[in-house]
């Protein structure tokens, strides 16, 4: 078999392997390492030493290193902690009941309520499960208390909660932006009418699908109904500080007066602050923070340091000039790789999570970009829209796998299926909006930092 044969191979036995459920970041390193060691193979195996001669270890070595020593994953632990505070000081609880409350008189406000709290802790953690997982011990209950469809309500949690791959300060624009090597500064900027375009989408449709089926989200009792005096005081005590300390983070990171890591930071801190101000701050709950902290992050640098060593073997065989050729042959127009790209991420979205396909799939076409004339901070936001599916396109969709797991009996994973299926076409809808109209992703980035320059 000749080198590129042998990338392809490579690439067809790591999808294999993950299907049959092995761990991915260990499967990328095992099959970086194993061959990485025959990409590698120099021969004259004469002593025991000599086995472990080969190029592919110091590799290895060298990929850990890096991931380590590279200042903008720190954001990543920092924004991570961040959401982890705020969600174990309860002040998501409070925003979600007072949210309710104040969207009483709008069809489906328990589901409204929902989808708002789900923007706001996307914006404060960038942590899919935790916003999924969270938002279904405390969102579904409440809904099926108040007689909600249950499949109509997992669909709102599921899809809410895939937000925070989008609305930044997203750890996935973090990460696209180190394997891209863009400004994260201005993919954060690029994200940001997107992803609120994509959030009041899921409103609308709510709104909508309710009014023209009433049945699927009874209107909250009058008896239920607090004075409006409390339930502004309420909303004004828990909206309004978590929206401050939001839009400082974020406000500093695209007013260029901070770095992500800094503004991270920044936002860690407002974290504690406001848990003691809301008198929920307690030893066992930072540690816990703590602990859930370096757990998430010691999984996405496994998983950087596995993709940078399979990518790595995966290019000096071949593989990436193979499929290169391959689509440059085709004489496609824009429109169309874009198209076929977007096809193949969704695709992927059904065995593989985002962090896999970022890593090892979109370094592919991001050198074919310039030969199509595509901006790559446009492509990007149509890559993050995209990725919204691989965690809501069955039978893969991990959201779901995520609601299910905190259910347990209350809901059938086929209903959750079900229930999400209608956020897929929002999503793609997005896409061709974004598509149509690429200055909702390019118009804040061009005005903050002036236009792009390749």
Same mark, same amino acid.
């Given at each position: 078999?000749?080198?590129p044969?042998?990338?392809?191979?490579?690439?067809?036995?790591?999808?294999?392997m993950?299907?049959? $459920?092995?761990?991915?970041?260990?499967?990328?390193?095992a099959?970086?390492?194993?061959?990485?060691?025959?990409?590698?193979?120099?021969?004259?195996i004469?002593?025991?030493?000599? !086995?472990?001669?080969?190029?592919?270890?110091?590799?290895?070595?060298?990929?850990?290193?890096?991931?380590?020593e590279n200042?903008?994953?720190?954001?990543?632990?920092?924004?991570? @902690?961040?959401?982890?505070?705020?969600?174990?000081?309860? !002040?998501?609880?409070?925003?979600?009941?007072?949210?309710?409350m104040?969207?009483?008189?709008?069809?489906?406000?328990?589901?409204?309520?929902?989808l708002?709290?789900?923007?706001?802790?996307?914006?404060?953690?960038?942590?899919?499960?935790?916003? *999924?997982?969270?938002?279904?011990?405390?969102?579904?209950?409440?809904?099926?208390?108040?007689?909600?469809?249950?499949? @109509?309500?997992?669909? *709102?949690?599921?899809?809410?909660?895939?937000l $925070?791959?989008?609305?930044?300060?997203?750890?996935m624009?973090?990460?696209?932006?180190?394997?891209?090597?863009?400004?994260?500064?201005?993919?954060?900027?690029?994200?940001?009418f997107?992803?609120?375009? %994509?959030?009041?989408?899921?409103?609308?449709?709510?709104?909508?699908?309710?009014?023209?089926? #009433?049945?699927?989200?009874?209107?909250?009792?009058?008896?239920?109904? #607090? #004075?409006?005096? =409390?339930?502004?005081?309420?909303?004004?005590?828990?909206?309004?500080?978590?929206?401050?300390?939001?839009?400082?983070?974020?406000?500093?990171?695209?007013?260029?007066? +901070?770095?992500?890591?800094?503004?991270?930071?920044?936002?860690?801190?407002? $974290?504690? @602050?406001?848990?003691?101000?809301?008198?929920?701050?307690?030893?066992?709950?930072? =540690?816990?923070?703590?602990?859930?902290? +370096?757990?998430?992050t010691?999984?996405?640098?496994?998983?950087?340091?596995?993709?940078?060593?399979?990518?790595?073997?995966?290019?000096?065989l071949?593989?990436h000039?193979?499929?290169?050729?391959?689509?440059?042959?085709?004489?496609?127009?824009p &429109?169309?790789?874009?198209?076929?790209?977007? %096809?193949?991420?969704?695709?992927?979205?059904?065995?593989?999570?985002?962090?896999? !396909?970022?890593?090892?799939?979109?370094?592919?076409?991001?050198?074919? %970009?310039?030969n199509?004339?595509?901006?790559?901070y446009?492509?990007?936001?149509?890559?993050?829209?995209?990725?919204?599916?691989s965690?809501?396109?069955?039978?893969?969709?991990?959201? +779901?796998?995520?609601l =299910?797991?905190?259910?347990?009996?209350?809901?059938?994973?086929?209903?959750?299926? =079900?229930?999400?299926?209608?956020?897929?076409?929002i999503?793609t809808?997005?896409?061709?909006?974004?598509?149509?109209?690429?200055?909702?992703a390019? &118009?804040?980035?061009d005005?903050? @930092?002036?236009?792009?320059?390749?």
């Amino acid at each position: 078999m000749t080198d590129p044969q042998v990338a392809i191979l490579m690439l067809c036995m790591f999808i294999f392997m993950v299907l049959l $459920g092995f761990p991915i970041a260990f499967t990328l390193l095992a099959m970086g390492v194993g061959f990485g060691y025959y990409a590698y193979y120099q021969g004259g195996i004469e002593t025991v030493a000599d !086995i472990f001669d080969n190029n592919i270890f110091y590799l290895l070595n060298q990929n850990t290193y890096s991931v380590m020593e590279n200042d903008t994953l720190v954001a990543i632990l920092l924004f991570l @902690f961040m959401g982890y505070v705020v969600e174990r000081a309860n !002040i998501v609880n409070r925003l979600f009941h007072s949210l309710q409350m104040a969207a009483r008189n709008l069809p489906g406000s328990m589901a409204i309520a929902a989808l708002v709290t789900c923007a706001v802790f996307s914006t404060a953690s960038g942590i899919v499960g935790a916003v *999924v997982t969270l938002m279904g011990l405390l969102a579904f209950p409440a809904m099926a208390a108040a007689n909600y469809n249950k499949q @109509f309500a997992s669909g *709102v949690i599921c899809a809410g909660g895939t937000l $925070g791959i989008l609305i930044p300060p997203s750890i996935m624009l973090i990460v696209y932006a180190a394997i891209a090597e863009l400004s994260p500064l201005r993919l954060y900027a690029a994200a940001m009418f997107p992803g609120l375009l %994509l959030a009041g989408l899921y409103i609308v449709y709510v709104i909508i699908r309710v009014f023209m089926q #009433p049945k699927l989200a009874p209107k909250p009792r009058a008896e239920d109904v #607090p #004075p409006a005096a =409390k339930i502004y005081f309420d909303l004004l005590i828990s909206f309004v500080p978590l929206t401050l300390l939001i839009a400082a983070v974020l406000g500093s990171i695209l007013g260029g007066l +901070a770095t992500p890591a800094e503004a991270a930071a920044m936002g860690a801190l407002g $974290g504690l @602050f406001l848990a003691v101000i809301y008198r929920s701050l307690t030893w066992t709950k930072v =540690k816990e923070s703590v602990f859930l902290t +370096a757990k998430s992050t010691a999984m996405v640098c496994w998983l950087f340091i596995g993709s940078w060593t399979f990518a790595s073997v995966f290019s000096y065989l071949g593989g990436h000039d193979v499929i290169e050729h391959f689509v440059l042959s085709m004489n496609l127009e824009p &429109w169309q790789f874009l198209v076929m790209v977007q %096809l193949i991420i969704f695709l992927l979205g059904w065995p593989l999570e985002w962090s896999e !396909i970022l890593i090892i799939f979109v370094p592919i076409f991001l050198p074919m %970009l310039d030969n199509f004339g595509i901006n790559p901070y446009f492509f990007a936001m149509l890559v993050a829209l995209n990725l919204q599916t691989s965690f809501l396109t069955p039978p893969m969709a991990m959201s +779901a796998y995520y609601l =299910k797991g905190v259910l347990k009996d209350q809901i059938e994973l086929i209903e959750i299926f =079900k229930g999400i299926l209608p956020y897929l076409g929002i999503v793609t809808f997005s896409m061709v909006l974004l598509y149509q109209f690429p200055d909702l992703a390019l &118009w804040l980035p061009d005005y903050l @930092f002036g236009p792009y320059i390749p």
